[in-house]
């Protein structure tokens, strides 16, 4: 398998679609911000999920 | 009527109310009163005919019976009854023809209602069960449903439901059973889970206990996600003191939404959700983008303690609604345990999030790429699915334009992807959508780059890169002549 070859999804692909970052540092700098806005609200669900587990061993059912 | 009554198959034709009472006559002593009133709450409106199948070896109670009932002084019988339920009026001749005729076995298949198996067991009877959906009458709802195969006197009949089944109160209290309920449908759903019966899935359980397993006492919520794990699905617990209100119905929606049955817990005892009821065209107050569970009126649940199919209504139980209407409401239950497939690593709160912020962003935002949409109020549907399924139903759809078709088809998915489609009211209200974006549920939530494409009426961003497992490379492609087209369904089945 040649790994470089270049493989297309769609016939005609390269030409019907463009770039949507024009260079890797604009896409650096949305990967950034993306991270920096969605981490708080991780964290937090992170937690929750830990705090639903720790409740789950008191909670008897019968 | 009743035809054979010392036959192995006894026929019992209902022409009158009173006809339960020859039904409770031919079936007893396993039948009880107790049974037939669960029995009639759940069929009266539909049962015509119901067949009694003699000396049925179950092999759900066969299995508490082996590990548990044989080892009492006084034993119960080691075979059952089994009820099958029809729509219409039946006789032997019909069951025997239609073993051999595809067009009678067809009419036999439309009438079935599916069946029950009766347990030597007290106080509670009613063992295994498998009534279809129509069995309850129209439900309005959308739920899981799983096949099985029904064998008559040599006639084979295939069925879709959601299995049932009630506590015995030695093996099995509501947790055992509700896990079992659970199990079995993914065993009768997919090929890779094993069927599991009762004292199977107590002994699940026997590396996270203390003291004696039978009888039952009950289980700890985390003892049956326990036992989901040891089966291949790793759960998931969430739980309304610390999720909140409004955001714990979202979430538990969202995974019933996705196909996924749960143990919705209450105070003190636990049902298996597996669908919903939603009024699509509500009028919802406020501005805000619309998340597709506020439209959620019920839950479909079986509570073994009852009859199967039940709703769960968000605001309380409506008058007149009977047996099919379940005691509690949404406030009622307190948490639920989602057995998520192993292969998803994204649960649906990070997934929300992370579509969210895109949805927002500078970048990416609908504001921002989408002129028709910037102005609306959107209508969003998160759910899970396999890359197979939503490949599937991509030719019925359409999905608004050629080339968001063609590049679906011929895109790499993941075995799971999470979708968040979206809408707005007015097409929502006609089971339309007007885009969607599609996440490998197999990522971590604090990758960026974790979503598989994009797509808004005038535009089509999509992931080259990781779709042929390299580094992400987002490629866009600007669509005209967009149009809205049919929400995907394949998740739930209509009851």
């Known amino acids: 398998m040649d790994y470089s070859r270049k493989v297309e999804l769609i016939p005609g692909q390269e030409k019907e679609s463009k770039k949507f970052f024009a260079t890797t540092e604009e896409y650096n700098e949305f990967c950034r911000k993306f991270i920096d806005e969605v981490g708080p609200d991780l964290e937090k669900q992170r937690e929750a999920r830990q705090q639903s587990e720790a409740a789950a061993k008191l909670r008897l059912m019968r | ?495």
């Open chain 2, 1 to 495: 009527m009743i035809d054979g009554e010392n036959l192995v198959l006894t026929i019992v034709t209902f022409e009158a109310t009173k006809d339960w009472a020859d039904l409770l006559r031919v079936a007893s002593p396993d039948l009880d009163e107790a049974g037939l009133a669960k029995l009639i709450a759940a069929l009266n409106t539909t049962a015509k005919c119901v067949a009694v199948e003699r000396e049925y070896i179950d092999k759900d109670y066969r299995d508490t019976f082996s590990h548990f009932h044989s080892k009492r002084f006084s034993t119960p019988n080691s075979r059952c009854l089994r009820l099958h339920f029809f729509d219409q009026h039946i006789t032997r001749t019909i069951l025997k023809e239609a073993s051999v005729d595809g067009k009678k076995v067809e009419a036999l298949n439309k009438s079935y209602l599916g069946y029950s198996v009766i347990r030597p067991t007290k106080p509670n009877c009613i063992g295994r069960t498998f009534l279809t959906p129509a069995s309850r009458g129209s439900a309005s709802a959308f739920a899981s449903l799983c096949p099985e195969k029904v064998s008559i006197l040599g006639t084979e009949l295939a069925i879709t439901g959601f299995p049932f089944i009630s506590q015995d109160s030695d093996v099995t209290v509501c947790a055992e059973s509700a896990v079992w309920m659970i199990l079995r449908y993914f065993s009768n759903r997919y090929h890779l889970y094993p069927e599991i019966y009762p004292f199977q899935v107590v002994n699940l359980t026997r590396d996270y206990s203390l003291g004696r397993l039978v009888p039952s006492s009950g289980l700890h919520v985390w003892q049956m996600a326990e036992a989901l794990r040891s089966i291949g699905r790793p759960p998931l617990i969430y739980t309304r003191r610390v999720s909140g209100d409004n955001f714990f119905e979202h979430l538990l929606y969202t995974y019933i939404e996705s196909g996924i049955p749960v143990l919705a817990g209450t105070k003190d005892h636990v049902v298996v959700a597996f669908g919903h009821r939603s009024s699509f065209t509500a009028n919802l107050p406020g501005s805000g983008t619309i998340y597709s569970s506020q439209f959620n009126d019920a839950f479909v649940v079986n509570d073994d303690n009852r009859v199967p199919y039940q709703l769960i209504q968000r605001t309380g139980v409506v008058s007149g609604a009977g047996a099919q209407a379940s005691k509690y409401t949404f406030k009622d239950i307190v948490d639920f345990i989602v057995p998520m497939p192993e292969k998803v690593f994204l649960p649906a709160e990070d997934f929300q999030t992370v579509v969210t912020a895109i949805l927002e962003s500078s970048e990416f935002g609908y504001k921002v790429l989408s002129p028709s949409l910037k102005d609306s109020r959107l209508v969003l549907r998160l759910f899970l699915t396999t890359g197979k399924s939503f490949k599937r139903h991509l030719g019925g759809r359409k999905m608004g334009h050629a080339m968001v078709e063609d590049m679906y088809r011929n895109l790499p998915l993941p075995h799971f992807i999470w979708v968040c489609e979206i809408s707005n009211i007015d097409a929502f209200g006609r089971h339309e959508v007007c885009g969607e974006i599609l996440w490998d549920a197999t990522r971590n939530a604090r990758e960026p780059n974790g979503w598989i494409a994009l797509h808004y009426p005038e535009i089509l961003v999509v992931d080259i890169g990781s779709a042929l497992n390299r580094a992400q490379e987002l490629i866009r492609f600007d669509l005209k002549d967009p149009t809205t087209y049919e929400l995907y369904r394949n998740n739930l089945q209509p009851i």
